[in-house]
């Protein structure tokens, strides 16, 4: 199997879209592929986020769109990410569409840029309805931990 590897994302103050291709050993982490594993839409990332692989300052970087295909099956992986607060802020579209099935996420990323850190997520499903999958705050605490308040789904 071969996956093609395409990264588009805007700038500030640039209007054209730009795009960069990949090759999949520059985008999967190949320290947990086994030696003879082909990689695959499963396989683990370098990083987490497009914006990590493009080198620029996260405020200069309005919106990525990354798409993974494989080229025999057609099954792809979108993922696009909108900025705001200096890049510290995020909506994340993730859609896939793996042997037949199609699934939509969203998550919302906030920041605030008191110490220590704290950054809430939300992550919705779409299928015939959206959904809230997840909504938590996670501290970056002082000494290097972090802590996790889960909202929902509730303990209770």
């Known amino acids: ?21 990949l090759q999949p050993e ?3 982490d190949l320290k947990y592929q086994d030696d003879d594993e082909e990689l695959s839409l499963d396989s683990i990332p370098i990083y987490n986020h497009a914006i990590e692989y493009l080198g620029f300052e996260n405020h200069i970087v309005l919106r990525t769109k990354t798409l993974l295909e494989d080229d025999k099956s057609h099954d792809f992986i979108e993922t696009n990410e909108i ?13 896939s569409s793996i042997k037949s099935i199609r699934d939509q996420l ?15 997520i939300i992550r919705f499903l779409n299928g015939d309805m959206l959904e809230l999958e997840y909504h938590g705050i996670i501290t970056n605490e002082i000494d290097g931990s972090q802590s996790e308040i889960i909202i929902y789904p509730s303990s209770k």
């Not at 199997?1 to 291709?21: A, N, R």
Request: overall charge negative.
């Open 1 to 21: 199997m071969t996956v093609k590897v395409q990264i588009q994302y805007h700038l500030v103050g640039i209007s054209e879209l730009c795009i960069m291709e």
């Open 83 to 95: 900025f705001w607060n200096d890049g510290e802020n995020r909506i994340i579209e993730n859609i």
């Open 106 to 120: 969203f998550m919302v990323s906030i920041q605030d840029k008191k110490t220590p850190l704290k950054t809430e």
């Open 26 to 28: 520059e985008y999967f």
